[in-house]
T-cell receptor, first 114, second 116 residues
Framework: NAGVTQTPKFRVLKTGQSMTLLCAQD?????MYWYRQDPGMGLRLIHY???????AKGEVPDGYNVSRLKKQNFLLGLESAAPSQTSVYFC?????????????FGDGTRLSIL | GQQLNQSPQSMFIQEGEDVSMNCTSS?????WLWYKQEPGEGPVLLIA?????ELTSNGRLTAQFGITRKDSFLNISASIPSDVGIYFC????????????????FGKGTHLIIQP
């Protein structure tokens, strides 16, 4: 009964370092999303994927890249981390677009960039 | 893009009191969702609303989809300590209206703090 699993849960990086956040879902969902959550800003969509092999930009995509090589996994990459990317990152998935399918969230990855 | 205004930003209440919060939009939505987020966790879906005027309950929680399709309300009756958290509204507009993969736009959250 895992749902959406994010790894790692915490990470501290130095400016300029790179890293990849992993999101895995076991619900056979087509759609997957990466959000960042900052104080007073709510949830903002970074990138999303409507299916294996496809990705698209969300509201705040700059500085991030994503890949969806397998349906169950959605990776978020930071090529050169910046302090402005310090945030809590949430992955979510949903069965399909439209209709009445709510998004299910992971527990987040807390990322600090020094 | 679509804008969601969620209020109040925070609430300090006594245990046992009723709670009311709302979200308003600059454009119409076809779906309203209410999530709760507890410290260290991701948002968890509480209630989903799919029709204008719809009133749906989940235990002590009741949410309504406004008739104008531009607002939604969440009420919590007889609050208890475990109700503490951040409550987010989220709305989905008509297809292709923007806001992400499925047009879902989130409010900035209402912080609920309960004093014993």
């Amino acid at each position: 009964n895992a749902g959406v699993t994010q790894t790692p849960k915490f990470r501290v990086l130095k400016t300029g370092q790179s890293m990849t956040l992993l999101c895995a879902q076991d619900m056979n969902h087509e759609y997957m999303y990466w959000y960042r959550q900052d104080p007073g800003m709510g949830l903002r969509l970074i990138h999303y994927s409507v299916g294996e092999g496809t990705t698209a930009k969300g509201e705040v995509p700059d500085g991030y890249n994503v890949s969806r090589l397998k349906k169950q996994n959605f990776l978020l990459g930071l090529e050169s981390a910046a302090p402005s990317q310090t945030s809590v990152y949430f992955c979510a998935s949903s069965y399909s677009k439209g209709g009445n399918q709510p998004q299910h969230f992971g527990d987040g990855t807390r990322l600090s960039i020094l | 893009g679509q804008q969601l205004n969620q209020s109040p930003q925070s609430m300090f209440i006594q245990e046992g009191e009723d709670v009311s919060m709302n979200c308003t939009s600059s454009s119409i939505f076809n779906t309203w969702l209410w999530y709760k987020q507890e410290p260290g966790e991701g948002p968890v879906l509480l209630i989903a609303l799919y029709k204008a005027g719809e009133l749906t309950s989940n235990g002590r929680l009741t949410a309504q989809f406004g008739i104008t399709r531009k607002d939604s309300f969440l009420n919590i009756s007889a609050s208890i300590p475990s109700d503490v958290g951040i409550y987010f509204c989220a709305g989905r507009g008509p297809e292709y209206s923007g806001g992400g993969a499925d047009g879902l736009t989130f409010g900035k959250g209402t912080h609920l703090i309960i004093q014993p």
